[in-house]
């Protein structure tokens, strides 16, 4: 999978946020950083700051599906888009890139540089997200506050509150008994619940 520039990355990232609208299946959208790069381009030089970007541009390169998206988000973030993946496998990826970076000796001339990685996580499914700016917004905004707990962290912006059931009125006028409201309410557990399945089977 070739890493993308700026604008192939988010012409085509729009192009799918617009067909998983159409057709209704979950998109996930995940932009990643590596932690502190400011310190390690004044520690091993400016040099390093690309090549470090490369090396893990090239890992996750390689632990992505060929449906997947990878580009250039900005000179230190990456674009990752998710197809037909729900947050909670979004989740479960984005966590086995972390630890894969934590684990990755990076060369920069003659010296090993170790570092790690957070990813912010946005999704959306069918019509939850009207604008892609908005999905590309909440994976930022979500990357911002893992940075801010200190970094080598995966942080999601949550779902939208899916609504819980009117209550059912009977022929009386009446609101439905306690054996209708529970019903209700485990429907609307199962609702909830939903989003987090995992659609996706993430490649080690």
């Known amino acids: 999978m070739p890493l993308l520039s700026l604008s192939q990355s988010l012409a085509l990232a729009k192009q799918e946020f617009a067909r998983a609208r159409r057709y209704g299946y979950p998109l996930s959208l995940g932009v990643a950083r590596v932690d502190r790069l400011e310190n390690l381009s004044d520690l091993y030089g400016k040099e390093a700051r690309p090549l470090l970007f490369e090396q893990v541009a090239r890992l996750f390169q390689s632990r992505s599906r060929s449906t997947d998206l990878l580009g250039r988000l900005s000179d230190d973030r990456l674009l990752w888009v998710l197809p037909h993946t ?30 790690t990685l957070c990813v912010g996580l946005a999704c959306s499914f069918g019509q939850s997200t009207l604008f892609f700016d908005s999905l590309l917004m909440q994976a930022e905004q979500a990357l911002e506050r893992a940075q801010g707990r200190g970094g080598n962290l995966v942080e999601e912006h949550p779902l939208p509150a899916v609504p819980d059931p009117e209550p059912r009125v009977t022929e009386g006028g009446e609101e439905g008994g306690e054996e209708g409201g529970e019903e209700d309410r485990e429907a609307g557990g199962q609702e909830k619940r939903s989003p987090g399945e995992e659609r996706r089977g993430p490649s080690s």
């Open 86 to 115: 729900e947050l909670g496998g979004a989740r479960v990826a984005a966590d086995r890139m972390r630890c894969a970076v934590e684990e990755l000796e990076l060369q920069s001339g003659q010296r090993s540089i170790h570092v």
